[in-house]
């Protein structure tokens, strides 16, 4: 999948790039994306706007003194960022803070911290560092390009939308960055849910959460995938929370929720490192 990117006018109008947030099945509803966008953990994400380019963040609470959103690090690199929407609200951007490591790509520490001006109005959402989502299912946020599986032709309405998948399993590609993986199904096949979907342009950052003993949590945050138009068979990627959350806690002062006593699950990958990345920016 491409950059998840929308270019910006520093007038914070947006224009379409190369790149493409939601994609849903093709035999639902667009509304019920829509919907599910509004739904519990989803309204912690808001559209984080820079002078070149947007993304998505996610609120996760007030600690050392300010408000802080999480983002994929890609979506503030080379990229001034100026404000986050939350609920028609421009809340503005004081610092943006890349995670240590962060090499300009998305396979190495795909995180940064938005240190907001204000309380942005919306409910944080709680953090968990859980290894054994694998099997799990996942609720991903964002703005950006949206569509259907069965169609490249992606639009952009500027909406937060969300979908589900089922984790497949925990990644990582030999670099110091791991990733939560899942796969857009098509509607015939065995165990596609009934929301299934995937992520697309203007996705990135987006919050990327599990239900944690009736609570959900975020677990990630967006950050690239397999398939240029996010169609059937896509690959999407999210930067894991859990090998992050030392930084991400001491820079912000919000903790996490412990991990209970598991085993993280692994997942072959073999093969699939040569098919071509895309950023969700």
Known sequence: MNIKTVLASTTACLAI???FAIVGRHDVAASEYI????????????L????FSFGSATYIGFGNGSHWALTAGHVPSGNPMQFVN??????TISQSIIAPGYNGGTLARDFALLRLSSDPGVAAIGMTTRTDLAGMTSLFAGYGYHGVGNNPNLSFDGVRRAAYNTIDGHVNFGTNQDFWQTTFQTPTQSGVLPLEGTTAGGDSGGGFFVNDGGT???AGCTSWGTEANSSYGDLAYFTTLHTNIDWISQTS???????PGTIA???GIAGLIARRRKARK
């Open 17 to 19: 790039s190369p790149a």
């Open 35 to 46: 919907n599910l966008g509004n739904f519990g953990p989803s309204t912690s994400v808001g």
């Open 48 to 51: 984080a706007s820079g002078s």
């Open 86 to 91: 939350f609920g028609g609200s421009n809340i």
């Open 216 to 218: 959900w949590r975020l």
């Open 253 to 259: 002062g919000i903790q996490a929720v412990p991990e």
């Open 265 to 267: 699950l692994g997942l």
